[in-house]
């Protein structure tokens, strides 16, 4: 009886052992979270580039809940895409296909040309379009940018720079709309949902992040 009883508790302890370890590794993945920081602004009278705006959202890797912060790090979110797409604050989507989005802190492409055909062909150079977050680390990114003069928005991302910073394909006609960020490492994904309002014209324009009921409306759609 004895060491039936003994055995038990031993199953038992290994049990426990085996649970704590488990939820322990988990809460140790990466976990990303979005929050809006303030835009990057190019004032008017620049020699070089256009006056415009920038939208930024922050992407972070949280760092370990307290109980556990004091043994554990957070791990890293190794090779972090990020995608972004724009609906119309009805839910339909206003723009088809996710734009890849571009890391902000990331070296900015530069636009090189080879002969092809009997012509040149543009082409971007270090394009990068991955990032590694380390525990309680960030990287920006500025999803939307908009031009005053003429009033314009466009999508950014690395190939805008092959437009003129307006890229067609992501060129925004309505004044209201939601984007969606979704950020994914390894096997993993995190989705932010955001409205932007522009409908106070250039100096007033708005940005909110939307909480996670409208987070899975927009996360919903296809």
């Known amino acids: 009886m004895t060491n039936v009883v003994a055995f038990l508790i031993s199953f038992a302890a290994s049990v426990v052992a085996i649970v704590v370890?488990?939820?322990?590794?988990?809460?140790?993945?990466?976990?990303?979270?979005?929050?809006?920081v303030p835009p990057i602004i190019i004032p008017a009278g620049d020699d070089v580039r256009p006056q415009c705006t920038w939208f930024g959202i922050e992407v972070s890797n949280a760092p370990c809940s307290r109980w556990l912060a004091w043994v554990y790090t957070r791990e890293p979110a190794m090779s972090c895409r990020a995608y972004v797409s724009f609906f119309c604050t009805c839910g339909d989507r206003l723009l088809p296909g996710e734009m890849p989005a571009r890391w902000s802190g990331l070296v900015e492409p530069r636009i090189e040309t080879i002969q092809a055909g009997g012509g040149q062909i543009a082409y971007l150079r270090d394009a990068i379009p991955t990032v590694d977050l380390h525990a309680n680390s960030a990287e920006g990114i500025h999803p939307v940018v908009v031009f005053?003069?003429?009033f314009q928005t466009f999508g950014w991302t690395n190939e805008s720079y092959l437009y003129g910073w307006r890229h067609p394909q992501w060129a925004i006609s309505h004044d209201t709309f939601v984007i969606r960020i979704r950020a994914t490492t390894a096997d993993r994904e995190f989705v932010g949902c955001f409205r932007i309002d522009l409908t106070g014209g250039y100096a007033n324009m708005r940005i909110d992040q939307l909480d996670s009921e409208f987070d899975s409306r927009y996360s919903n759609v296809a």
């Not at 370890?21 to 809006?36: H, M």
């Open 21 to 36: 370890v488990l939820y322990t590794e988990r809460q140790r993945r990466p976990l990303l979270r979005f929050r809006i």
């Open 148 to 150: 005053p003069s003429p």
